[in-house]
């Protein structure tokens, strides 16, 4: 069973959990979007995991959505999906939509596509938080 994540938006996440086969493919659990801030993804993530009736273990994989939207959500996502398949040895799938009806092509890490430039600001403080 494979794990869905869409991060596309600061303020919301999207999980579901499919099967798929050479031959078919299906949702487990149907997509879902929750009303989370990037901060509190994984924590998310593991809440979805365990009302679903499985674990982290139980996983064969994780599809994440490519982007656009959020840099930030996006690089929250991708910093999750990375880890957990480096720990986990699982393989990690980059999909546009819908990982049913796309192809999914196996790789050991994921970048995010961003459709512009990220908007870093200078810091106001230093490290110790000075002005």
């Known amino acids: 069973m494979m794990?869905?994540?869409?991060?596309?938006?600061?303020?919301?996440l999207t999980?579901?959990?499919?099967?798929?086969?050479e031959v078919s493919a299906a949702w487990v659990k149907e997509p879902e979007t929750f009303s989370a801030t990037?901060?509190?993804?994984?924590?998310?993530?593991?809440?979805?995991?365990?009302?679903a009736g499985t674990t982290p273990q139980a996983l064969t994989g994780i599809a994440v959505t490519?982007?656009?939207?959020?840099?930030?959500?996006?690089?929250t996502v991708y910093a999750i999906a990375n880890a957990w398949?480096?720990?986990?040895?699982?393989?990690?799938?980059?999909i546009k939509h819908d990982p049913l009806t796309e192809e999914l092509?196996?790789?050991?890490?994921?970048?995010?596509?961003?459709?512009?430039?990220?908007h870093i600001?200078?810091?106001?403080?230093?490290?110790?938080r000075r002005k």
Do not use: C
């Open 15 to 21: 999980l579901g959990l499919f099967l798929k086969t």
């Open 66 to 75: 490519e982007g656009e939207g959020s840099a930030t959500a996006l690089r």
């Open 105 to 118: 092509v196996p790789r050991s890490f994921a970048l995010p596509a961003y459709t512009t430039t990220p």
């Open 85 to 94: 398949g480096y720990a986990g040895k699982l393989p990690l799938f980059v």
């Open 38 to 51: 990037s901060e509190v993804f994984l924590a998310k993530i593991l809440e979805y995991l365990h009302a």
């Open 3 to 12: 794990l869905y994540v869409n991060g596309q938006d600061i303020e919301h």
């Open 121 to 128: 600001t200078a810091a106001k403080r230093d490290a110790l």
